[in-house]
């Protein structure tokens, strides 16, 4: 990933902290009929490893599995924040109108080897995992134990797990950061202006990296 340096990210909680909030991501990888690319939410552990190992799960039916070269590392992309930046926001686009539009958005990528496993007790666990951290928020949260035993059994023989161990992590923070002061401003009132979450969690990023 192209990152210039006013947009890297290299704190490693910082970039777990981004995994965490975001799970869900695009795992891709390479095999007999070229890149391919799966969206699956993933459980990040931490202290598995110097950068953390990540686990995941795919259908059987998928073929990403069957089909990966091991000798290629897997990439997988976990994305944040992101949101359209206007010229109108700049004031240069009254005083002269060189300006263009952009995207601020923040990013995490995640390479390493992908270990296929097809072990039950290991998929058990690792569902329980996903299923706590999936479900940390809600009130009366789910967990596997609510499903019987042998329903969530037929459906183990159906997945097959990973795990990849994080052997390089790069973040980038694409939040105005190349911005002059006035024009950090412009872009912090226009996504106020909006009121939307997803411009407030830009405004808060921008104002945070300023």
Known sequence: MYIPQANEEKRIPVLHQLIQDEPLAALVTLGASGLFATHLPMVLESAAGPLGTLRGHVSRANPQWRELNPSVEALAIFSGPQHYITPAWYPGKQEHGKEVPTWNYVVVHAYGPLQVIADKSWLLTHLEQLTAQSEADA?????????PT?????????IIGFELPIRRLEGKWKVSQNRTARDKQGVIDGLTALDTPASLRMKDLVEERS
């Not at 009130?139 to 499903?147: C, E, G, I, K």
């Open 139 to 147: 009130a009366t949260p789910w967990r596997l134990s609510d499903a």
């Open 150 to 158: 042998e329903f969530i059994d037929t459906l183990l023989n159906g």
